[in-house]
Nanobody, 127 residues
Framework: QVQPVESGGGLVQTGDSLRLSCVVS????????MGWFRQVQGKEREFVAS????????IVADAVKGRFTISRDRMKNTVYLQMSSLIPEDTAKYHC????????????????????WGQGTQVTVSS
């Protein structure tokens, strides 16, 4: 069973940086596209960033482009979301998601495309 587990959330101030991590227990990590989504209670889940299984392709949402970066470490089965210049509008619960891809080159951006989800980690940015 593939189970993403997120960590790294917390309470920070406007302008601070934070790095989220997501570990996935699978022997074929390079076949899994990984995505980060965020959700505020009462609102729909919002795409943040995704990275292909090989790591060769990344997509970042316009709302965070230039401030957030997604990366992965295949030796650690971990995907990261580096967040900088945080603003209160970034406050949300951040979820990591995984999708098996045969060739490891797809970079899905829709929540429905992903199969496995983590429980999420809360990020709160104070003004």
């Amino acid at each position: 069973q593939v189970q993403p587990v997120e960590s790294g959330g917390g309470l920070v101030q406007t302008g601070d940086s934070l790095r989220l991590s997501c570990v996935v227990s699978t022997p074929v990590f390079s076949n899994y596209a990984m995505g980060w989504f965020r959700q505020v209670q009462g609102k729909e889940r919002e795409f943040v960033a995704s990275i292909s299984g090989t790591g060769g392709s990344t997509i970042v949402a316009d709302a965070v482009k230039g401030r957030f970066t997604i990366s992965r470490d295949r030796m650690k089965n971990t995907v990261y979301l580096q967040m900088s210049s945080l603003i209160p509008e970034d406050t949300a619960k951040y979820h990591c998601a995984a999708k098996y891809t045969l060739r490891g080159i797809a970079t899905p951006t829709k929540a429905d495309d992903y199969t496995y989800w983590g429980q999420g980690t809360q990020v709160t940015v104070s003004s």
